[in-house]
């Protein structure tokens, strides 16, 4: 079973930038590039909701809340997906998820606040 540990996360202030990673484990690092991969977040109260997803042939795709703010990347060597989030603002206050084809990570919680 496919193991995904995401780091990266923490308390910032609005404005700042934060980048989560995500490392995927038992699974073959030339086979990674066949998932499709992804970060969802759920704040508190709300569902959760998906933040940015890659497909395998890299068609990427944004909430309209993040657009223009937020980059999703991969590394297939690496076995890791990357969340590039700038200008931060109270409401990206979230666990965010990173997936990997149908597995998923515990989560990881950012906060933005001043």
């Known amino acids: 079973q496919v193991q995904l540990v995401e780091r990266g996360g923490g308390l910032v202030q609005p404005g700042q930038s934060l980048r989560l990673s995500c490392e995927a484990s038992r699974l073959i690092t030339s086979t990674f590039w066949g998932y499709g991969v992804g970060w969802y977040r759920q704040a508190p109260g709300k569902q959760r909701e998906l933040v940015a997803q890659?497909?395998?042939?890299?068609?990427?795709d944004y909430a309209d809340s993040v657009k223009g703010r937020f980059t999703i990347s991969r590394d297939n060597s690496k076995k890791r997906v990357f969340l590039q989030m700038s200008n931060l603002n109270s409401e990206d206050t979230a666990i965010y998820y990173c997936?990997?084809?149908?597995?998923w990570g515990r989560g990881i919680q950012v906060t933005v606040s001043s």
């Open positions: 890659m497909t395998t042939g890299g068609v990427i």
């Open positions: 997936t990997v084809g149908d597995s």
